[in-house]
């Protein structure tokens, strides 16, 4: 069953505001985009919506960027967590 929390720091809801803004896993990626994201449209972070960077053409190479450097585009289930992720469930499932 898919929970409402984000698989990578358990924050309670996986939306694309906090994977390309506030997921703690990601920081030094979202540095990085947002660097680039300023140079091209001259808006800081929290003045951009993820859909109008997504909108937004001139930011497509930064997004793609962080797509490639982070796996926040893969599915992550029960069998697919990343490794930490799995042991920590298993211990708890073990106690």
Not at 38 to 58: C, H, Q, V, W, Y
Not at 60 to 69: E, N, S, W, Y
Request: charged content about 40%; hydrophobic content about 30%; glycine content about 4%.
């Amino acid at each position: 069953m898919d929970t409402a929390e984000c698989g990578w720091c358990q924050y309670k809801t996986p939306i694309r505001e906090h994977l390309f803004k506030n997921c703690c896993k990601w920081k030094l990626q979202q540095k990085m985009l947002w660097v680039e994201i300023r140079k091209m449209s001259g808006k800081r972070k929290n003045r951009f919506t993820i859909r109008d960077l997504f909108a937004d053409e001139r930011c497509t190479r930064a997004i793609l960027d962080f797509l490639r450097t982070t796996k926040v585009g893969a599915r992550v289930g029960p069998r697919e967590q990343p490794p930490e992720r799995r042991e920590e469930k298993e211990e708890l499932e073990d106690s």
